[in-house]
């Protein structure tokens, strides 16, 4: 054995101001409501005071997006918009470090996620719609606008989930009014920074920081145009109730209990790999984790071993290390939840095995954790964990994999690992699934659409289906 040598990001980079105010008509603004905490999940440190938004502040952020829209950004010209999509892009990349080590510092992820994934999609996003804003017209989907967008945001992908809001809005035409979720507002903050820096002009980019009841405020506004959220299937209910019989166009993004489907004839060690990466990347905070593996009965024991061995090197702890793996629960309220499920599958029945770990004592963590001996009906197979929580199940055939796939609520997203294209391919047929990969796992890419089915949500993000959410779609034949 040896000592291990930790090997810190610096974040001295990173300059966190006590307290924060709202980013309201490209300034930042005291707020008439109150305000509240950012903590470092991994140490339990309050970051900064951070203002709440008031139902007042939330109609100030509307109508200087309003009168942004109206008296600029719907006026100029797609090449205009796109200029400062690019120079916001290449200030995320010029920003990069700063921006990664803020995310990790505030969402507990681990400095290899937010540098080598987050960061740089990010920029990619906001480099592809700049692409398309003076394209419009080859959409499919129309040129016009629909003015003011609300935008509410989850804490897994803080400022990722931001690109995918803002930069399709912005490409479009619209104006925003984005939240970000109350325990990761500092990326948000600091993008609102970003868009000072490239001179956006004031109204077109709103952040509005505060908890459920400013998302609700946003969403209700009768002078939004727009919703598009992303967060849980209960919020997201509930936010389309609110906006029935109004005329507000919505996104919802919305959760998911991926499978995750191995074959016998799979190599297994990439397979395995690949199953790590499905639940244990950002600390299996991710919508579309393949959160169930279903393995073929065949090699499920093969598999089984080599999954704890690997699980066994997974190192857990300090966000910011370099060699970390998976980092800190977002939050405490996370954290109980995830105990609270694992505990009733263990009471269910199903056999847990944790990955053996030493856990900082400050902090909110959770050891990488498998349950094996899981059957359709148990709750761990069925609600979404949401935190590096595996459940296992087995096939015989790849039809009984595609009906246990299948057996859920959800659809946003599946995997598939074998050796044959042509099963690769009647697999992703039948699965109900938004995005099925095949022997990968989390792959983003900008150009791709995103999304899901059933209790997933509905609408796409991301590539050229992502503009048809932020455009009036008045071509011939489309409603208008
Ligand atoms: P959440 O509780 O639904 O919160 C999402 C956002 O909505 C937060 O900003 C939240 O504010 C706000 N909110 C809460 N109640 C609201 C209301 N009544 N009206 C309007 N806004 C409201 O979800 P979460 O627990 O933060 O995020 C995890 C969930 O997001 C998971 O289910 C995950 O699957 C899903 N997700 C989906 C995707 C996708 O693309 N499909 C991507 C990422 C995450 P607070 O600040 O108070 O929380
Ligand atoms: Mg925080």
Request: net charge negative.
């Amino acid at each position: 054995m040896f000592e291990y040598a930790p090997a810190p990001e610096s974040r001295a980079i990173v300059d966190i101001k006590p307290s924060y105010g709202l980013f309201i008509n490209g300034e930042f603004v005291d707020g008439n409501g109150t305000s509240f905490k950012t903590v470092n999940p991994a140490t339990e440190e309050v970051l900064a005071e951070v203002a709440e938004a008031s139902d007042v502040d939330v109609d100030e952020a509307v109508k200087a997006a309003r009168r942004a829209y109206t008296r600029v950004w719907s006026r100029m010209s797609g090449a205009e918009r796109a200029k400062y999509l690019y120079r916001i892009a290449r200030i995320i990349q010029e920003r990069g470090r700063e921006l990664a080590v803020l995310e990790s510092i505030d969402n507990g992820k681990p400095i290899k996620e937010s540098r080598d994934v987050d960061v740089p999609i990010v920029a990619a996003h906001f480099f592809y719609y700049a692409g398309w804003a003076d394209k419009l017209k080859y959409s499919g989907y129309g040129e016009t606008p629909l003015g003011v967008a609300g935008q509410v945001i989850p804490w897994n992908f803080p400022l990722l989930m931001l690109a995918w809001k803002i930069a399709p809005a912005l490409a479009c035409g619209n104006t925003v009014v984005l939240k970000p979720a109350e325990t990761t507002p500092l990326t948000a903050l600091l993008f609102a920074e970003i868009c000072q820096q490239a001179d956006l002009p004031p109204g077109v980019v709103n952040i509005v920081t505060g908890a459920g009841d400013t998302g609700r405020s946003i969403v209700s506004h009768p002078d939004v145009d727009k919703v598009a959220f992303t967060g849980s299937t209960e919020v997201g209910k509930a936010i389309a109730r609110a906006v029935a019989g109004s005329d507000k166009k919505v996104t919802l993004e919305l959760g998911g209990k991926a499978a995750n489907i191995v074959f016998d004839d799979a190599p297994l060690d990439q397979a395995v790999e690949g199953i790590v990466n499905g639940i244990f990347f950002n600390q299996g905070h991710v919508c579309c984790a393949g959160s169930r593996l279903l393995v073929q009965e065949s090699v499920a024991d093969e598999v089984m071993s080599r999954l704890k061995r690997r699980m066994a090197t997974l190192r857990v702890g300090d966000p910011l290390d370099k060699n970390t793996d998976v980092g800190a629960i977002n939050s405490a309220e996370q954290l109980a939840k995830i105990r609270e499920l694992s505990a009733i599958g263990e009471s269910e029945g199903a056999e847990r095995w944790s990955a053996p770990c030493d856990l900082p004592a400050n902090g909110y963590w959770f050891a990488p954790t498998v349950f094996t001996g899981v059957s359709q009906a148990h709750r761990i197979a069925r609600e979404e964990i949401f935190g590096p929580v595996l459940s296992v199940l087995t096939f015989r055939t790849p039809s009984e994999a595609v009906e246990k796939a299948n057996n859920t609520p959800f659809g946003l997203s599946a995997g598939v690992w074998t050796d044959k294209g042509s099963r690769i391919l009647s697999m992703a047929n039948r699965l109900r699934a938004g995005v099925v990969w095949a022997n990968t796992f989390n792959k983003f890419d900008p150009t791709s659409p995103f999304g899901g089915y059933k209790e997933s949500g509905y609408g796409r993000e991301g590539g050229r289906h992502g503009l048809e959410a932020y455009l009036r779609n008045t071509e011939k034949g489309a409603d208008a």
